[in-house]
């Protein structure tokens, strides 16, 4: 299977002859798109295949722009975030690892490999030049990484029961990790300190909560479920 992706027009009448403008196929052995950021009119993409492969689309035309091969081990790019002019992608792998990818260049200039345990990276978010790394473990835990340094200060690990922390967001100096479990969870934490702060646990079949995001003082967060 390849991956592939469409723009969707978010504005005017909806029909199904127009709501997609145009649709770009990956090449054989391109799977999975799990993460992306967008800069200067042109989309990155980071595959789930290892190594990973990232590529350069022109969100005008959907072509195809340039690509970037990961070394070996560092792949599965499940997210991904912007800063700086670079793209900082989150390996679902085992240490937990982060390229760093100048989008000028398509290549990168640093890398990033945990070493206290953390693994599978699944969420991401970025305040203030830090990325902040959730990954899907029990319990789960958030990695801060200096952006520019490419090196972590300090890592959050949650509670007993609040695992899989499969999203994150931030916003007014803190974070909030949402929790793949049963009932769902988000777990509140101080960005500066990486402490916990609180905990809010979702009602009845609120269960697994996989994606977030955050717009005007409130987070949203999607569920796993049916």
Not at 24 to 51: H, K, L, M, N, R
Not at 147 to 172: I, K, Y
Not at 202 to 218: I, L, Y
């Amino acid at each position: 299977a390849v991956a592939l992706f469409l723009p969707l027009a978010l504005v005017g009448p909806a029909s199904a002859a127009t709501d997609f403008a145009a649709t770009f196929t990956a090449a054989t052995g391109e799977d999975e798109i799990f993460s992306s950021v967008a800069s200067a009119g042109t989309g990155y993409f980071g595959t789930g295949t290892t190594p990973g492969a990232i590529i350069a689309v022109d969100l005008s035309t959907m072509a195809r722009t340039g690509t970037f091969t990961a070394a070996g081990g560092f792949g599965n790019f499940r997210s991904a975030v912007l800063s700086g002019g670079a793209g900082f992608f989150g390996c679902h792998t085992t240490p937990a690892k982060v390229v760093k990818l100048d989008l000028g260049a398509l290549s990168s200039p640093a890398t990033f490999v945990a070493g206290g345990g953390e693994s599978n990276i699944r969420g991401a978010a970025e305040s203030g030049g830090f990325g902040f790394f959730s990954t899907a473990q029990s319990p789960g835990r958030v990695v801060k990484l200096d952006l520019g340094a490419m090196t972590s200060p300090a890592t959050f690990t949650a509670a007993a029961g609040e695992n899989n922390f499969r999203s994150v967001v931030a916003s007014g100096g803190f974070g909030y990790a949402g929790a793949w479990t049963i009932p769902g969870k988000v777990v509140k934490f101080d960005l500066a300190t990486m402490a916990a702060v609180a905990t809010f646990t979702a009602a009845a079949g609120e269960d697994k909560f996989q994606s977030a995001v955050v717009s005007g003082g409130f987070g949203y967060f999607g569920t796993d479920g049916m």
